[in-house]
């Protein structure tokens, strides 16, 4: 496998639910990314782990938790939503302190909160 | 603060016709980084070009071009002899650089480009 690969591609959970989102990369980066995306609005950053440690967390709410258990790996645990929640997540890597370089994205997990 | 506006909520071009696609951007960071990247309806961010600030000439990547206008703030891209393929959401995005070396990305709300046969 190359890339980004985000399981599962599509989530539908109930507002007491418990679920992980869970995103691989392959690319030997040591930067990643979850992003949200919902209708009609721009992409916002949610996290990013740097070198397996979290370094932004942009006001984001606690029913959102993210895990970076090694560099290849991140995962965003999810419980007690609400449907506003609703939303496209994007996980996305990249290689720190690189000028030139891009960040791969994946996917996407389509999750929807009933 | 950084940010990123796409006016064109949606775009239409006939195949095999070129296509402009408008950003512009507001940064006071003199180092940054301009992208495009495309969205196709699966969900995944492809990316397609990249623009440094310090570059002194546009990028071009295959049948994308960057029309990076410094003075102006704008970084609009240009899709030659479209294809029905190149059908998507588009985003254009700046890169700012974190002290810890990360990029934090802002994006814009995107353009939506379909291709007429």
């Known amino acids: 496998e190359t890339g980004v690969t985000q399981t599962p591609r599509h989530l539908v959970m109930g507002m007491t639910n418990k679920k992980s989102l869970k995103c691989e990369q392959h690319l030997g980066h040591n930067a990643m990314y979850w992003y949200k995306q919902s209708a009609k609005k721009p992409l916002e950053l949610m996290f990013v782990?740097?070198?397996?440690?979290?370094?932004e967390n942009n006001s984001v709410p606690s029913r959102f938790s993210p895990e970076c258990p090694n560099s290849s790996h991140l995962f965003l645990h999810l419980h007690t939503l609400q449907p506003e929640d609703s939303a496209l997540y994007l996980c996305?890597?990249?290689?720190?302190?690189?000028?030139?370089?891009?960040?791969?994205f994946g996917q996407g997990t389509r999750l929807t909160v009933v | 603060a950084q940010k990123i506006t796409q006016t064109q909520p949606g775009m239409f071009v006939q195949e095999k016709e070129a296509v402009t696609l408008d950003c512009t951007y507001d940064?006071?960071?003199?180092?940054?980084?301009l992208f495009w990247y495309k969205q196709p309806s699966s969900g995944e961010m492809i990316f397609l070009i990249y623009q440094g600030s310090y570059d002194q000439q546009n990028a071009t990547e295959g049948r994308y071009s960057l029309n990076f206008q410094k003075a102006r703030k704008s970084a609009n891209l240009v899709i030659s002899a479209s294809q029905l393929g190149d059908s998507a959401m588009y985003f254009c995005a700046m890169r700012e650089l974190r002290a810890g070396g990360y990029q934090k990305v802002t994006f814009g709300t995107g353009t939506k480009l379909q291709v007429i046969p």
């Open positions: 996305a890597s990249s290689q720190i302190g690189g000028q030139n370089t891009e960040a791969f």
């Open positions: 940064t006071s960071d003199p180092s940054y980084g």
């Open positions: 782990y740097s070198l397996e440690e979290r370094v």
